[in-house]
């Protein structure tokens, strides 16, 4: 596998369901990011990691949860979703230098359609 | 309110003819800035960026231009293809400010469609 995965590609889920959402990246970025994309929107920042520490929460909702195990891998757990939640996640990652800001290139997966019943 | 904006939401351009992407930032401390494509079903893919001490970057048939007065910049491409139809988006940052300022802040796209 090369660059950013996520799996499942595609995710129902009922509101009262648990699931998990999956993403590896092979480039060995040390930054993680989470974002939501719905229709007609910018894609929104959700969370960031850096050497495996949050360091962003952009105001999201406690019914996601994110977890960066490792800088490889980052889950986004989801609990008690609304159908308002039904977008593309997008996982990306970039290479963050220490001392660095952000704004580096990110290189993104191909996301997941979540559909909320 | 909406920091990158890309006002056409759609694009039509004939195979082989030039197709100019805009895109307007209201942040003067946006310094990098970046295009991505994305097709239907796929992540978005980076595709050309250019810092704000340049005012323009070249890649194949891909220029991006920054106009830092105007706050505006564009990507052209020449010659059109018809795999080029994807949507794009813009996106800026302030990178040499760090925190949130430095993360990316993306357009809502505009979707191109290069007709054979």
């Known amino acids: 596998e090369t660059g950013v995965t996520q799996t499942p590609r595609h995710l129902v889920m009922g509101m009262t369901n648990k699931k998990s959402l999956k993403c590896e990246q092979h480039?060995?970025?040390?930054?993680m990011y989470w974002y939501k994309q719905s229709a007609k929107k910018p894609l929104e920042l959700m969370f960031v990691?850096?050497?495996?520490?949050?360091?962003e929460n952009n105001s999201v909702p406690s019914r996601f949860s994110p977890e960066c195990p490792n800088s490889s891998h980052l889950f986004l757990h989801l609990h008690t979703l609304q159908p308002e939640d039904s977008a593309l996640y997008l996982c990306?990652?970039?290479?963050?230098?220490?001392?660095?800001?952000?704004?580096?290139?990110?290189?993104f997966g191909p996301g997941t359609r979540l559909l909320v019943l | 309110d909406q920091q990158v904006k890309q006002n056409s939401p759609s694009l039509s351009v004939q195979e082989g003819r030039i197709s100019i992407l805009n895109c307007d930032y209201t942040?003067?401390?946006?310094?990098?800035f970046l295009w991505y494509k994305k097709y239907p079903a796929e992540g978005p893919t980076f595709l050309i960026s250019?810092?704000?001490?340049?005012d323009k970057n070249e890649d194949g048939r891909f220029t991006v231009f920054l106009n830092k007065s105007a706050k505006h910049l564009s990507l052209h491409i020449v010659p059109s293809q018809p795999g080029d139809s994807a949507v794009y988006f813009c996106?800026?940052?302030?990178?040499?400010?760090?925190?949130?300022?430095?993360?990316?802040?993306f357009g809502k796209g505009t979707k191109l469609s290069v007709k054979p």
């Open positions: 250019i810092s704000s001490i340049k």
């Open positions: 996106a800026a940052s302030a990178r040499n400010y760090g925190g949130s300022q430095g993360n990316l802040i």
């Open positions: 990306a990652s970039s290479s963050r230098l220490s001392g660095q800001g952000g704004g580096e290139t990110q290189y």
């Open positions: 990691y850096n050497f495996k520490e949050q360091t």
């Open positions: 480039l060995g970025h040390n930054a």
């Open positions: 942040n003067s401390m946006f310094d990098y």
